[in-house]
Structures are given as C-alpha cells and as structure tokens.
C-alpha cells in the first residue's frame, strides 16, 4: 500500500515522461486495468479494476521519502508513549473509519 508514497523516484522501473519541461513518471496501481492488462493478460470477468494510471511529478532519491515515514513512525510513538512498534497497538485505540476517500492523486492526469 506503499505505491503512491514511493512513485515518482529515481528508483521507480515506470517510465519518464517529460511535459512542459518537467519530468514525470506513469504511476498505477496493481489493480487498476492498466496492470492487469499488462501483467494478466486482462481483467477477470469476477474482478473491478481499482485506480487509474496517472503522471506523477518525478521526485527526489527515494531514501529521503523513507526517512520521512521513519521519523514520522517516531513521532507517532513518541505521542502515544510506545517506545517499540510492538507497543504501539497497546497504546492506542483504532476506529472503524466507514467513509474516506484519497484525493492524493486525483490531481494528476494521464
């Protein structure tokens, strides 16, 4: 469930494109009907394709998206007083969220 967070890197295998003078890179999801065409041969008839392809801005060396889920990890522990990962279940207290939506890409056209 990393793919958006990572996509756009030096180290992403999609391809570059460049638009306007700036750089870009094809990003979509494992189950959007792009990949599945790409990798299965097409969608199954019992399946729904998820996602759509977009272009994402290119971004810097993929180390320092890393670090910043890192210290963001850190500072969820710190808030809730879990000194391990392990304890961060025993710290907090989870809710059923029934409505969200991620409009972190719907920004971006192919």
Sequence with gaps: MLGGMLSGHDESEMKTIEKDGKKFIEFY?????LAMERYSGGRAQYRAS???PVHVPHREP???????????IRST????????LKEL?????????SHQ??????????
């Design 29 to 33: 999801g494992s189950s959007s009907a």
């Design 50 to 52: 998820e996602g759509k």
């Design 62 to 72: 993929v180390q320092e998206t890393v670090e910043e889920i890192l210290d963001g």
């Design 77 to 84: 522990c710190a808030y809730v007083g879990a000194r391990s």
């Design 89 to 97: 279940s025993k710290r907090t207290t989870f809710l059923l969220v």
């Design 101 to 110: 939506i991620n409009e972190s890409f719907s920004k971006f056209e192919v």
